[in-house]
């Protein structure tokens, strides 16, 4: 799905981190805690959960493509966060990928894309893919 040739580097991701953590309080660890699951999620993008959420091939999006979609998303991905933030199905269980995928994508929106994203790059694309009327429901 990845829409770019080039790839999220580590100092990208060291930047925006950089970013995030210093709008986070130190007190009772949070600060920390943020840091260390970001960093974990960079590590290990879980890319094969983001592909079935999407209802494509566990092997159809690289851990770049999804690191891109996580941290760096392009309008194109902007789009497909309403998809990403749906729950799973009423009757899924507890390792569904959904589950996980809401909760990365989640996280990533408030304390990423929506304070520090350009209105064009991510809300714009974001609120036309259908977020507000899901909202609604």
Sequence with gaps: MSNSSSSCTKIQFEALLAQVSAALPEAQGIRASVV???????EDPKEASLAASLGQAADSI???????AIFFPDPSWAARYPELLRSPPANADAKHPQ???????????????????????????????????????
């Excluded at 994203?117 to 609120?127: L, Y």
């Design 36 to 42: 260390a699951r970001l960093t974990k999620l960079w």
């Design 62 to 68: 690289s851990a770049d493509d999804a690191r891109r």
């Design 99 to 137: 589950y996980s995928v809401q909760i990365e994508f989640t996280t990533m929106l408030y304390l990423v894309h929506v304070p520090y994203s350009a209105w064009p790059d991510f809300a714009e694309p974001f609120i036309l893919a259908g977020i507000l009327a899901r909202l609604l429901r």
